[in-house]
């Protein structure tokens, strides 16, 4: 019965129900193949004798999930923050993506985009590439050799984009098919996700045409909603039919057809968020980014009392940040000035609703994710605390949160991502 | 005439002027003892011959200025943060401080302070200790050691405290006068100042008894200001007499009789901030605890204009960031919002602006500090650029501007401070 069976003991703690740590101090996590058997204080007696690996006094938490990121733009992390949204895009971001169509560059930066993440404790990842299929699939080739669980897109664009970044219509469907063809398939944890750009870089003909796919190929969608004034201002000249951006995407069956995730949606109203929730769409909080391009504070407690699902991005490289802990503590940051800005009505987010947010709110996109509980996939960090201990007595929750505040990728000592541990890759 | 120059190359970066780098790449920057003489694109002949330390590539750019930190609450940084400022003060911090009776905890922990503030490249900074005379004077000590620069405040407390940390009124003023006397001469670079902690925890004849002390020794004064709403009207409540939180420092003479820096200054007003402007006051803006602890945003472009001094401030353990260059990036991000939140009228700080504030605009407490012009004291960090170089050209400013968003303090490779080079701390 020891077949496939790995039993770690250390520090547990996780977020089963939003907002509510459970700590088991000094306690065994019994894994089977890639699922959670358990969490047990004392082990059960049917595993006594079988190897234990031992943590001692290191934390044992899930593995960090990332809803929304732009692979091609890592390079551009601390650069030119002084723009709005769509400056920012034709001044820095087009040209950084234009590169792509070079393989090699591209194998070049992904390997530094695939080594920072296994680095920041990012275990899953929802990730834009470029304009570029060969590029994309180099990404999700890395990916799946360092052993980490994502869905990756092969961005489209085929309006209002420059022309060193742009496609027709017919070539940019065409080789979105060829790009799911070639990946739907092709490795266990990484998958190819639709990705139109947004609104304002993709005409309806293109749009149509991904929906048909998304639902012939069962693949899920991702996209950009909501995050800027003007751009919100361009969508409803290109769509006056449509009541809100949203319905932009609604119209062309881009929105909850299949598994949905939408970044930033920072200024979606009611009647936005409501058409969010029926469509079981994915919110991707991405603070850091919202910060720097001074897009405003996504109303999340609003989202979350709507009920709407709700996960963390980093959005580099208009978040410069890619750890997760510090996208946590960049939300709970930004809830604080919200709640301020609706005079204490949106309660704040604490520590451990960010955590839930961060593993099993964002960890629900794939399934049994983000969590020990029974039945859940592998996904966990080993946090040690480097240099951060010092000689007080701490509680496993004081530590977390030290570590969130914090810490850094020197204090996670071991990676697992369902069931297996993943070392640095070695590129 | 080799005698006490010294000779640096390298790309130099600073801010002579608000908002306006000034780049020299390849360059030199000539010291004399600890005053800059000057930088030069080429190295004027009357200094050939003489030796050069040569930076290669790498940044020289000032040391980085802290005008606002709590020494005794490092080991609690990243705990807590759930709650508001007086809450947050009773739960966590008075507790934290207590410990500081213990002068041999205090020299564990204070070493560890040292190290933290020169790893991350603060040569100067503006601290509070804790009531405690000899643990403050011990703090003094290990800063002196380590060869950085700075103000240390052995804190007021003679009202609205907890039993185990509040003093009588007449010992808080004999002891400030005994640390003053020790401490007044005792080292070049680390210096007292009176520190009042804030008016709801000093009487009136306290704050009167340290005003006598400030004139007397010709000491600075640092205290808090208009923080959180809560306090703010805590104060009105314990001076209905004054029309505003400064008027009282004003009253008791600690606001501008000497050089006298207030932190945070969220809800200054305009009259407010008319009054700080007519007594040289010096804002410590700090961002991260602003945050945490759900103060909101300081109006710093309004002070600026204005015509206030504006520094930069880590403020631990309510802020949970000790290095400065991440205090500029908040100080950014933060802005941006307040940007959106005055309808685009207070224009957000740009990075120089930032950096300026991080460097001249705090630096300028100490005098000549935190610029390379002639006659600065010279402060500086060396940067390099571990991982964060990628294969793309980029410019002086663009790689300090990525040190800044995603930089660490494993980037610094040395650091000098009033012209002498500053190892590790060997504690």
């Not at 004798?49 to 943590?55: A, F, Q, V």
């Not at 590439?129 to 799946?144: D, F, S």
């Not at 897009?295 to 963390?312: D, E, K």
């Not at 629900?364 to 010092?390: C, N, P, Q, T």
Request: with cysteine.
């Amino acid at each position: 019965m020891s077949d496939n069976i790995m039993i770690m003991k250390g520090n547990i703690i996780f977020t089963p129900t939003m907002g509510q740590f459970k700590v088991l101090e000094n306690s065994y996590i019994v894994v089977k193949k890639k699922q959670v058997i358990g969490t047990y204080g004392e082990l059960p007696s049917e595993y006594n004798g079988l190897p234990i690996t031992d943590y001692g006094d290191h934390l044992i938490v899930p593995g960090f999930v990332d809803l929304h990121s732009h692979a091609p733009q890592f390079v551009n992390r601390g650069l030119g923050l002084d723009l709005e949204l769509l400056p920012w895009l034709k001044k820095y971001t087009f040209f950084a993506e234009a590169r792509f169509e070079d393989v090699s560059y591209a194998e070049e930066v992904y390997k530094q985009v695939v080594l920072e993440l296994w680095q920041q404790g990012t275990t899953r990842v929802v990730l834009f590439g470029t304009i570029h299929t060969e590029a994309t699939m180099k990404l999700m080739e890395l990916l799946a050799q360092a052993g980490l669980g994502g869905c990756v897109g092969k961005v489209n664009m085929d309006r209002n984009s420059p022309e060193f970044l742009i496609e027709t219509t017919e070539q940019s469907i065409d080789d979105t098919e060829t790009f799911i063809k070639n990946t739907l398939d092709k490795y266990e944890r990484v998958k190819p996700i639709i990705t139109p750009r947004f609104v304002p870089s993709c005409t309806p003909e293109l749009m149509m045409g991904l929906a048909r796919l998304a639902k012939k190929y069962q693949v899920p969608i991702q996209s950009h909603l909501s995050e800027n004034l003007d751009e919100i201002a361009l969508v409803k000249k290109l769509h006056p039919e449509c009541c809100n951006y949203a319905s932009v995407y609604q119209k062309f069956e881009l929105f909850g057809q299949q598994p949905t995730i939408m970044a930033h949606c920072v200024h979606s109203d009611e009647l936005e968020q409501k058409l969010m929730e029926e469509n079981s769409i994915y919110v991707a909080h991405c603070p850091y980014s919202n910060n720097n391009l001074s897009s405003g504070i996504a109303p999340i407690r609003s989202m979350i009392n709507q009920g709407i699902a709700v996960g963390l991005g980093s959005d580099v490289s208009a978040g410069h940040e890619v750890s997760i802990a510090k996208v946590m503590a960049m939300a709970v940051q930004v809830s604080k000035l919200k709640w301020l800005d609706t005079k204490k009505e949106d309660r704040f987010l604490t520590i451990p609703e960010a955590f839930y947010l961060a593993t099993k709110g964002g960890g629900s996109f794939f399934g049994k994710v983000g969590s020990f509980e029974e039945g859940y996939e592998f996904d966990a960090l080993i946090i040690a605390e480097r240099s951060l201990a010092d000689s007080n007595q701490r509680s496993v929750e004081e530590r977390l949160n030290r570590f969130i505040y914090i810490g850094d990728e020197r204090d996670i000592v071991a990676r697992y991502v369902a069931g297996e541990k993943i070392d640095r890759p070695e590129f």
